[in-house]
């Protein structure tokens, strides 16, 4: 079981920065692939990007980006807190929904079926 919580979500004006955090519970956290999802007002949760995990001895740490955030989300992760996090550069309004973390044992462009576990989601408001 793992249990996945969210925070660092904000208000914040078009051209700023936030980092996204996701906390994992669990000791095989380092095994996941960690994905960040959003859903936007109206909108159905799609893929935002993913970083691999790794095996006993480590590794891991590859990412896959949507398209549509290439440039500007960068993934990373520290397997030590059992932390994923999502940085989000020159935020557009268009950036505003709901961010959620999900753990999945797949890899590369995930879908929702994909997914074993998510977190309850951080809100990102974009204002112009």
């Known amino acids: 079981q793992v249990q996945l919580v969210e925070s660092g979500g904000g208000l914040v004006q078009a051209g700023g920065s936030l980092r996204l955090s996701c906390a994992a519970s669990g000791r095989t956290f380092s095994y996941y692939t960690m994905g960040w999802f959003c859903q936007a007002p109206g909108k159905e949760r799609e893929f935002v990007g993913a970083i691999s995990g790794g095996g006993p001895s480590g590794g891991g740490g590859s990412t896959y980006y949507a398209d549509s955030v290439k440039g500007r989300f960068t993934i990373s992760r520290e397997n030590d807190k059992n932390t994923v996090y999502l940085q989000i550069n020159s935020l557009k309004p268009e950036d505003t929904a709901l961010y959620y973390c999900?753990?999945?044992?797949?890899?590369?462009?995930?879908?929702?079926?994909?997914?074993?576990?998510w977190g309850q989601g951080t809100q990102v408001t974009v204002s112009s």
């Open positions: 999900a753990a999945t044992q797949k890899w590369g462009r995930l879908n929702l079926i994909d997914i074993d576990y």
